[in-house]
């Protein structure tokens, strides 16, 4: 089976700060979640297969080839990037077809490429409204429309869910899957276990710049099921919202903070579907923002390299 | 590799490359669903453009189209408008102060008329200040300002060359600071002119050289200062240093250093007669020596040509370390 992406003792530095050290790796294709709490290596693991950065020492291949300095290869790979950072000034649409340009396409052909993408994200309403007017789930949506808008082979998305309402979360998660249907490799960087898991069962373990371990996520989640989870909540009525989490056996703690709400839980799996359920319904108004300190996994790989 | 962690199951695979294994039994078998079928051919309708080459021109052209906008409606431009305002309101002042005192205007006993007056303008508002302005500001923000946004990773992972986003930034460069400029030359030359009888018609041929050169010099100050943005620290600092301390500088002395400045080769682009025994025109000798039109037009050209050169070079070779 040929690697989408294959590393050979890949190392890269920072003057006196190492990112990644000494990594060998080979990703298969199909889904592959890339997992590690912030600091990692993620960033620079993703920095290198996208060819933004040139390894320090040994070498990258992304389906095959080199990528550093071989933009020729960016045709078949589409790359969605962890910064919500835009042209704010133009339409969705507009900002996508402007991009599908710099592949090659003509006017008409990148315009009807980037129609397709932004409906594949389901975002053909506010497609023709100012980026710097939607919102944040619509921003993560109209980056990945970019990426996937000249039908890559390889996509790698870094954070894609990051700081999306449960339904963006759920909808996006679906259309990944639907990718990785298709016949596409995804690459996804998270530092959330059930992100990862909702998508695929292939993960890349990262922690302090080396591959941990790479296999099957189920026994890595029954060990984050160990730890309680924490997820930080911003809603429009947090304090009801609050009362509901209250009357659930497995929230362990609850704090609210402003517009927001924290909860720690110990079966994030259930918290999930029920909050998604309490977005859909909207019954204690809208649930803007979902996110997860990477505390949670923090523990586990502390239990991970102990030796 | 000294690390060795324990995963703590047998179904993960250790990754560190000192054990390199073969592959768990369980793993090697496990298919993910979404599994790719191997040496699948692509399906898109624009497979044949993934094995072309992107060219150069072509893709900076599409930045340009990209870039024109985002600059032309920056915060920089609306305040280098607002400085491109300011000999526009000096002329207006002259404009009206000529119609109060109609002697005219008299520099050490004589009288300077409008085309004179509109040439001075032009060389010290404009060469010697405002283009390398445009220049400092804009050419040294050519790449930076889209790492400062984090926005340049959306073009440094499409299939063009990263010379040709500094090409195509460099030419939107040129264009919005070329709209910019017009304008204010345009304005200054139909108030100024007139001052004391010159003919709006008579001084137009030297207000299309006065734009041939306003533009050759944006385009060779905005050359240099890319390269300057893109190869050097505190690029800012160093390109206000270059225009208003080094250039000036060294065109005082004789010797070949002045060679080194893109002001020694404009002057050779002024085509206005300087009113004499003035201030102004003591100044002015400072420049005596002065090269051909054709030396000065060569030159600049190939400043413009290495520069870039430069500039796109150490944009391929440079990594751009975004802040998290």
């Not at chain 1, 589409?78 to 996508?96: A, I, K, L, N």
């Not at chain 2, 094995?51 to 930045?63: D, E, K, V, W």
Request: charged fraction near 20%; hydrophobic fraction near 45%; proline fraction near 5%.
């Amino acid at each position: 089976m040929t690697a989408i992406v294959a590393a050979d003792h890949l190392s890269k530095w920072y003057g006196q700060v190492i990112g990644l050290n000494d990594v060998s790796v080979a990703v298969p294709p199909g889904i592959t979640g890339l997992l590690g709490p912030n600091g990692a290596g993620k960033s620079t693991f993703m920095k290198l297969i996208t060819g933004q950065l040139k390894p320090s020492k040994g070498s990258i291949h992304v389906l095959g080839v080199p990528i550093w300095g071989n933009p020729a290869l960016y045709h078949r790979i589409g790359f969605c990037p962890e910064q919500d950072s835009f042209y704010e000034r133009m339409t969705g649409h507009e900002w996508v077809t402007a991009l599908v340009r710099l592949n090659g396409a003509g006017d008409q052909e990148a315009a009807a490429m980037a129609s397709r993408a932004i409906e594949m994200v389901e975002l053909t309403d506010a497609a023709n409204k100012k980026i710097g007017a939607y919102s944040k789930g619509m921003r993560q949506r109209i980056k990945m429309a970019q990426a996937l808008a000249h039908d890559p082979e390889l996509l790698i998305l870094d954070e894609p869910l990051s700081g999306m309402d449960p339904l963006a979360r759920r909808r996006t998660i679906r259309m990944i899957k639907e990718w990785g249907r298709a016949g596409k490799s995804l690459l996804v960087s998270s530092h959330i276990l059930h992100e990862i898991e909702s998508m695929t069962a292939n993960i890349l373990l990262i922690n302090q710049g080396r591959i941990l371990a790479e296999g099957n996520v189920h026994q890595i989640r029954d060990l984050i099921d160990e730890h309680p989870h924490t997820v930080h909540i911003k809603a429009d009525h947090v304090r009801t919202l609050a009362r509901e989490f209250l009357a659930d056996d497995d929230v362990l703690s609850l704090r609210l903070e402003e517009g927001a709400v924290v909860v720690q839980t110990a079966r994030p799996d259930a918290f999930y579907a029920r909050l998604t359920d309490l977005a859909a319904s909207g019954e204690h108004g809208a649930i803007h923002e979902v996110t997860s300190p990477d505390d949670n996994l923090q523990a586990v790989f502390q239990y991970l390299v102990k030796s | 590799m000294s690390q060795n962690p324990s995963a703590g199951t047998s179904e993960l695979r250790n990754a560190e490359p000192d054990n390199q294994e073969p592959k768990n039994q369980e793993l090697e078998n496990r298919e993910p669903e979404n599994r790719e079928p191997e040496n699948r051919e692509p399906r898109t309708p624009n497979s044949e453009r993934r094995t072309q080459s992107p060219p150069l021109l072509a893709s900076a052209l599409r930045i340009f189209d990209l870039s024109l906008g985002q600059m032309l409606w920056s915060r920089r431009s609306v305040f280098l408008a607002l400085l491109l305002g300011g000999p526009v309101v000096i002329a207006l002042v002259l404009r009206i102060v000529s119609t109060m005192y109609a002697a005219g205007f008299h520099i050490n006993g004589a009288q300077a008329v409008g085309s004179s007056i509109f040439g001075m303008m032009i060389w010290l508002l404009y060469i010697r200040f405002i283009v390398p302005v445009l220049g400092v500001f804009y050419g040294t923000a050519l790449i930076a300002d889209e790492v400062d946004d984090k926005t340049i990773t959306y073009l440094f992972t499409r299939p063009i060359p990263r010379s040709a986003v500094l090409l195509g930034k460099y030419l939107a460069y040129l264009a919005s600071t070329i709209l910019l400029v017009l304008p204010s030359v345009m304005l200054l030359y139909f108030l100024v002119v007139p001052i004391g009888g010159s003919s709006i018609g008579e001084a137009f041929p030297s207000l299309l050289a006065d734009f041939g050169m306003l533009i050759v010099g944006l385009a060779s100050y905005g050359a240099v200062f890319a390269l300057v943005g893109t190869r050097l620290k505190r690029p800012l600092v160093v390109g206000l240093v270059y225009a208003f301390g080094w250039e000036p500088a060294v065109l005082m002395f004789p010797g070949y250093l002045k060679r080194l400045t893109v002001a020694y080769y404009l002057q050779a682009l002024v085509t206005h007669e300087m009113p004499q025994d003035s201030a102004v025109s003591m100044v002015l000798q400072l420049f005596h020596e002065v090269p051909t039109v054709f030396t000065s037009l060569v030159c600049l050209g190939a400043i413009i040509a290495v520069t870039l050169w430069s500039a796109g070079r150490a944009v391929e070779q440079r990594e751009y370390v975004l802040e998290q």
